[in-house]
């Protein structure tokens, strides 16, 4: 058996490739097994593309083709960075028992899957700041709570302080006062603007 042909364009890495042009029968099905057949992934995309037979050595089964986050993470000991695959919520989820359906969809996501932008709060590439990061989670999953708004602005974080200033239910006050004690020149005159527009 060969492997199945792809037309994989540059940016893109084959991590590993068990992927074959035979489709499954009863007397090669014990070959659709294993955890992954195939895994692509791109550090500048910032996304990995993995196939799997499932279940596994099944003839029932089907391929199961999941497009995966990738976040970088600094490796203290290489002092390079690794990229972990973000497993518990893909962007994008296909199955199907057709390996042609399958190629012409991974073809298709090879050329056209838009980039990832990374937006942890991090002290450099791959060093996630988590005192400041941990602020930003309270912030998504809460909004604009009392101890929230207290502890953006005292983070002095330009980041923090733009996302607040973003946030469709934030006060004229919290806008006052960071045009008063905002942490650069450009979150006090985003302040000043968001104050004389209808937003308020």
Do not use: C
Not at 44 to 55: E, N, Q
């Amino acid at each position: 058996m060969n492997l199945q042909p792809l037309k994989i364009p540059a940016g893109w890495s084959v991590d590993w490739n068990l992927l074959t042009d035979t489709d499954p029968t009863e007397d090669i099905i014990h070959e659709f097994t294993g955890s992954s057949l195939l895994h692509i992934s791109s550090h500048t995309r910032l996304k990995a593309i993995d196939v799997s037979w499932r279940p596994e050595g099944d003839i029932n089964g089907a391929y199961q083709l999941q497009v995966i986050y990738l976040l970088p993470k600094f490796n203290t000991k290489t002092n390079t960075l690794d990229y972990e695959g973000v497993w518990e919520a893909p962007e994008l989820e296909f199955s199907t028992q057709n390996r042609l359906e399958l190629v012409d969809k991974l073809n298709h996501l090879l050329f056209y899957l838009k980039p990832y932008t990374d937006t942890r709060i991090l002290l450099k590439p791959g060093i996630v700041d988590e005192p400041n990061e941990a602020i930003r989670q309270e912030f998504l999953s809460k909004g604009l709570t009392e101890k929230v708004v207290s502890k953006i602005l005292d983070s002095n974080h330009k980041v923090l302080q733009n996302l607040m200033l973003d946030h469709e239910d934030i006060s004229r006050p919290i806008v006052e006062k960071l045009v008063e004690i905002g942490v650069s020149k450009g979150v006090r005159n985003k302040a000043k603007q968001l104050l004389s527009s209808k937003r308020l």
